[in-house]
């Protein structure tokens, strides 16, 4: 397992573009999965982008066209790309390994991203 921390959040007006980054504490090569969590306030975390080792990208509808994760294995970092960002993608993003589905490991502190009409 290992620890991630996130960063590149703001505050962006709608329609803006922000890149996220999630550095992991070791090693990322052996990771089959990772992924990019949210959670808005009130709400629960949902999964908004995965990514496998092989490059296989999968994403929450919302965000589908919009949204584009990928990798850096010599930087062991993941990144979230967001464009044409929505007030409805305010929301604390967070990046996990994921295995059968699910976080593993002990979540980073999060990146606050907030969206502006």
């Known amino acids: 397992q290992v620890q991630p921390v996130e960063s590149g959040g703001g505050l962006v007006q709608a329609g803006g573009s922000l890149r996220l980054s999630c550095a992991a504490s070791?090693?990322?090569?052996?990771?089959?999965?990772m992924g990019w969590y949210r959670q808005a306030p009130g709400k629960q975390r949902e999964l908004v982008a995965a990514?496998?080792?092989?490059?296989?990208?999968s994403y929450v509808d919302s965000v589908k066209g919009r949204f584009t994760i990928s990798t850096n294995y010599a930087k062991n970092t993941v990144y979230l790309q967001m464009n044409s960002l929505k007030p409805k993608d305010t929301a604390v993003y967070y990046c996990?390994?994921?295995?059968?589905?699910?976080?593993?490991?002990?979540w980073g502190q999060g990146t606050q991203v907030t969206v502006s009409s």
């Open positions: 070791g090693s990322i090569l052996s990771i089959n999965v």
């Open positions: 990514i496998t080792r092989g490059g296989r990208t």
């Open positions: 996990a390994q994921i295995r059968d589905g699910n976080p593993v490991g002990s």
